[in-house]
T-cell receptor
Framework: GQNIDQPTEMTATEGAIVQINCTYQ??????LFWYQQHAGEAPTFLSY????GLEEKGRFSSFLSRSKGYSYLLLKELQMKDSASYLC?????????????FGAGTQVVVTP | NAGVTQTPKFRVLKTGQSMTLLCAQD?????MYWYRQDPGMGLRLIHY???????AKGEVPDGYNVSRLKKQNFLLGLESAAPSQTSVYFC??????????????FGPGTRLTVL
């Protein structure tokens, strides 16, 4: 099975930085995705890490440590539109194509 | 290019009624998935398909059936709806990658209430 742990909620002010941590246990490993989901909307892709290290994409960065079963998503220069749920989703290798398991999500609340 | 679309967007059923949720994608993706999302829980995989004419069970398949008669469509059926099936249902699709996983693209969701 797969266990995914991420905080339920985080609050930060506009312009600040927030780091969302995710720890996971998977049967094999085939990369880790982060998705953003605004209230009432579909999840949308943010990042994918398959090797250790930091991937930077504009204001968002994602880090992976495979040996520690740990990832984080870093949101910089927070904007009000970043208020959303952020889903950590590691891919296992129990099947040849690697299904995703989704964490419950971290609700980020950005305040003025 | 509409991406992934779902029909209907909202539905209210009475216990014991049946319905079918339709998912369509125009990205020529091989893989398609049905998830449900409940408060405080992550997206849970109901059924998935790795190609036309094939389906497989996911994490929470009981009470649901699926069909993939055409590559672009993936149908989710509830034969006898129960209140426990009140949820938001998301369809997703992705390309097939040899030995790897690809990004899943999600539809807008169907909000189902079973009374």
């Amino acid at each position: 099975g797969q266990n995914i742990d991420q905080p339920t909620e985080m609050t930060a002010t506009e312009g600040a930085i927030v780091q969302i941590n995710c720890t996971y246990q998977t049967s094999g490993f085939n990369g880790l995705f982060w998705y953003q989901q605004h209230a009432g909307e579909a999840p949308t892709f943010l990042s994918y890490n398959v090797l250790d290290g930091l991937e930077e994409k504009g204001r968002f960065s994602s880090f992976l440590s495979r040996s520690k079963g740990y990832s984080y998503l870093l949101l910089k220069e927070l904007q009000m539109k970043d208020s959303a749920s952020y889903l950590c989703a590691p891919a296992g290798t129990t099947d040849s194509w690697g299904k995703l398991q989704f964490g419950a999500g971290t609700q980020v609340v950005v305040t003025p | 290019n509409a991406g992934v679309t779902q029909t209907p967007k909202f539905r209210v059923l009475k216990t014991g009624q049946s319905m079918t949720l339709l998912c369509a994608q125009d990205m020529n993706h091989e893989y398609m998935y049905w998830y449900r999302q409940d408060p405080g829980m992550g997206l849970r995989l109901i059924h998935y398909s790795v190609g036309e004419g094939t389906t497989a069970k996911g994490e929470v398949p009981d009470g649901y059936n699926v069909s993939r008669l055409k590559k672009q469509n993936f149908l989710l059926g509830l034969e006898s709806a129960a209140p426990s099936q009140t949820s938001v249902y998301f369809c997703a699709s992705s390309y097939q990658l040899a030995g790897g996983v690809d990004t899943q693209y999600f539809g807008p969701g169907t909000r189902l209430t079973v009374l």
